[in-house]
T-cell receptor, first 115, second 113 residues
């Protein structure tokens, strides 16, 4: 079974600044995917970015990028030019390709954006 | 496409009552799952299904039942509600078990008194 750890329960960032959210994971599988989900106060789970483990290049989506360190089993999310709408809970998650294909989540990081 | 829909959005139950949380998807997805979200705990998998007629337990299955008679629907049944089941419940689906994009419903907030 895989585990996902987010060590920062809460973080804050000034509007227009950059913030990095940390995530580490542990899995014995060689085939897996990593995700960051955003959950605003509306409660809807929104996929922010995904990374295939077999790809060495870090994924980017507009202002969101990841730093994927496979050997260290680290998967951090960088948000550039932070906006008020980025304030939300952020969850890191891991999906492995074996067995039950379960998507395992970390406990989340609450991000506040200061105007 | 409506995507993944859940009903009701909110529900209050008394201890010992039973109820069914409904989940439906119109994307012809094989894989469907139920999570519960508790403060400080992230989302934890309750039950999942890899296709019609096939279900299995996740991390926290006790007190919940599921069935999958059609591809579209995946209801979650609480047999005898307990205060420990107060939570927000999410249904999710994806094209197939090994496919990597998962879609979530809007969630149901359940309170058990």
């Amino acid at each position: 079974a895989q585990t996902v750890t987010q060590s920062q329960p809460e973080m804050s960032v000034q509007e227009a600044e950059t913030v990095t959210l940390s995530c580490t994971y542990d899995t014995s599988e060689s085939d897996y995917y990593l995700f960051w989900y955003k959950q605003p106060p509306s409660r809807q789970m929104i996929l922010v970015i995904r990374q295939e483990a077999y790809k060495q290049q870090n994924a980017t989506e507009n202002r969101f990028s990841v730093n994927f360190q496979k050997a260290a089993k680290s998967f951090s999310l960088k948000i550039s030019d932070s906006q008020l709408g980025d304030a939300a809970m952020y969850f890191c998650a891991c999906l492995t390709g074996a067995g039950s294909y379960q998507l395992t989540f970390g406990k989340g990081t609450k991000l506040s954006v200061i105007p | 496409n409506a995507g993944v829909t859940q009903t009701p959005k909110f529900q209050v139950l008394k201890t010992g009552q039973s109820m069914t949380l409904q989940c439906a998807q119109d994307m012809n997805h094989e894989y469907m799952s139920w999570y519960r979200q508790d403060p400080g705990m992230g989302l934890r998998l309750i039950h999942y299904s890899v296709g019609a007629g096939i279900t299995d337990q996740g991390e926290v299955p006790n007190g919940y039942n599921v069935s999958r008679s059609t591809t579209e629907d995946f209801p979650l049944r609480l047999l005898s509600a307990a205060p420990s089941q107060t939570s927000v419940y999410f249904c999710a689906s994806r094209l197939a078990a090994g496919y990597n994009e998962q879609f979530f419903g809007p969630g149901t907030r359940l309170t058990v008194l």
